[in-house]
């Protein structure tokens, strides 16, 4: 079955440094993978996703992730990070036909 | 425009009792989805519905979980002699087709059930 792993619950960043959040995704093939954002006392709010084509995708509010298929990943990053960036963050991953499998969750914090 | 509703925001039942969750999802929106999110825990699928048929209820944990969408539009998830072990948030996502797979899911705010 697949799965989706997230390895660090928190992540530590400081204003203005770059920012990653890790994903990795248990089966191969061709996934079609997410990532959302979660404030606090709100819905799960779409930040990307990779369906096919460039391995670097540009989402909202100057995220970006790179698709790695021999690695299984799906990394979450950002330049220069913002204290408003902190948030709980999950990776989904959805293959044709299939549901979509969340992972636990990161939580972002960002400290000025 | 309008997003994901849901009704009501916060629940709290008894032990056995019967409980009802409404999603209104965004209109136009053929592919409607429930979660289940515990504490520490990301999201976990229930139900997916394809215009108003369930096209996968894989996920519901028992026959005490129920959910319907008779018009496509709205819907409802049931869930008969409430357990403590119920309590936790039940998001509900809608998409505007779920049968290609790659298309993103819109989410609602949830609803907070706490069974005593």
């Known amino acids: 079955a697949q799965s989706v792993a997230q390895p660090e619950d928190q992540v530590n960043v400081a204003e203005g440094n770059p920012l990653t959040v890790k994903c990795t995704y248990s089966?191969?093939?061709?996934?079609?993978l997410f990532w959302y954002v979660q404030y606090p006392n709100r819905g799960l709010q779409f930040l990307l996703k990779?369906?096919?084509?460039?391995?670097l995708v540009k989402g909202s509010y100057g995220f970006e992730a790179e698709f790695n298929k021999s690695q299984t990943s799906f990394h979450l990053k950002k330049p220069s990070a913002l204290v408003s960036d902190s948030a709980l963050y999950f990776c989904?991953?959805?293959?044709?036909?299939?549901?979509?499998?969340f992972g636990p969750g990161t939580r972002l914090s960002v400290l000025p | 425009g309008a997003g994901v509703s849901q009704t009501p925001s916060n629940k709290v039942t008894e032990k056995g009792k019967y409980v009802e969750l409404r999603c209104d999802p965004i209109?136009?929106?053929?592919?409607l989805y429930w979660y289940r999110q515990s504490l520490g825990q990301g999201p976990e699928f229930l139900i997916y519905?394809?215009?108003?048929?369930?096209?996968?209820d894989s996920g519901l944990p028992n026959d005490r979980f129920f959910a319907v969408r008779p018009e496509g539009s709205v819907s409802t998830l049931k869930i008969q002699r409430t357990e403590r072990g119920d309590s936790a948030v039940y998001l509900c996502?809608?998409?505007?087709?779920?049968?290609?797979?790659?298309?993103?899911?819109?989410f609602g705010p949830g609803t907070r059930l706490t069974v005593l």
């Open positions: 519905f394809q215009g108003t048929g369930a096209a996968d």
């Open positions: 989904a991953v959805r293959y044709y036909g299939q549901n979509f499998v």
């Open positions: 209109s136009g929106h053929t592919a």
């Open positions: 089966v191969s093939g061709n996934p079609y």
């Open positions: 996502a809608s998409s505007s087709s779920g049968l290609a797979g790659y298309n993103e899911q819109f």
């Open positions: 990779y369906i096919t084509g460039d391995n």
